[in-house]
T-cell receptor
Framework: GQQLNQSPQSMFIQEGEDVSMNCTSSSIFNTWLWYKQDPGEGPVLLIALYKAGELTSNGRLTAQFGITRKDSFLNISASIPSDVGIYFCAGKGYSGAGSYQLTFGKGTKLSVIP | KAGVTQTPRYLIKTRGQQVTLSCSPISGHRSVSWYQQTPGQGLQFLFEYFSETQRNKGNFPGRFSGRQFSNSRSEMNVSTLELGDSALYLC????????????????FGPGTRLTVT
């Protein structure tokens, strides 16, 4: 099946610092999604990307759809304590027989030190 | 607009039992997908239902099954539970509109935490 490599697995940063995480794949994806999950909750959609090269912002978050369609990154600027959580990338790819499905990265666990 | 709801939120079962989990999608959403989340394997796709038909299926054994009702609500069933089935089971819904590029934006419920002892 399709694999997504998400890095880093975890990061500890000081409040106010910028953060960058990325996902790469051996397969081409048509859509990239970025989610954040808080403990005990389901993932919440942060940003959706639909076109190669697309750069989209949502407040302090910025994400880009790589030109090769095999990667995406998420940046968080001026981190705050409530940014703590696990961030997941997801790629929409063809799974055969006319169907598509989302493949998720393993997540980046972000810790923010006040 | 109400979000995706899942019931129950927590469940404890013993090996060999079977379990049914329920998911109500966002109003107007016709597609429901199920995922299993574990610390070791991350988020893994189980299956997707649209208009009461299974449209896509992940790589899980036949003990995992699901269905969708005419009101788009969905249930997932796991039979003959094993210890390894302990996980957070997440349901996600999406709208499906022809030509709408947002149709792959999946919205997740809070999950059902299943513990098998």
């Amino acid at each position: 099946g399709q694999q997504l490599n998400q890095s880093p697995q975890s990061m500890f940063i000081q409040e106010g610092e910028d953060v960058s995480m990325n996902c790469t794949s051996s397969s081409i994806f048509n859509t990239w999604l970025w989610y954040k999950q808080d403990p005990g909750e389901g993932p919440v959609l942060l940003i959706a990307l639909y076109k190669a090269g697309e750069l989209t912002s949502n407040g302090r978050l910025t994400a880009q759809f790589g030109i090769t369609r095999k990667d995406s990154f998420l940046n968080i600027s001026a981190s705050i304590p409530s940014d703590v959580g696990i961030y997941f990338c997801a790629g929409k790819g063809y799974s055969g027989a006319g169907s598509y499905q989302l493949t998720f990265g393993k997540g980046t666990k972000l810790s923010v030190i006040p | 607009k109400a979000g995706v709801t899942q019931t129950p939120r927590y469940l404890i079962k013993t090996r060999g039992q079977q379990v049914t989990l329920s998911c109500s999608p966002i109003s107007g959403h016709r597609s429901v997908s199920w995922y299993q989340q574990t610390p070791g394997q991350g988020l893994q796709f189980l299956f997707e239902y649209f208009s009461e038909t299974q449209r896509n299926k992940g790589n899980f054994p036949g003990r995992f099954s699901g269905r969708q009702f005419s009101n788009s609500r969905s249930e997932m069933n796991v039979s003959t539970l094993e210890l390894g089935d302990s996980a957070l089971y997440l349901c996600a819904s999406r709208g499906v509109l022809q030509g709408d590029r947002s149709t792959y934006e999946q919205y997740f419920g809070p999950g059902t935490r299943l513990t098998v002892t």
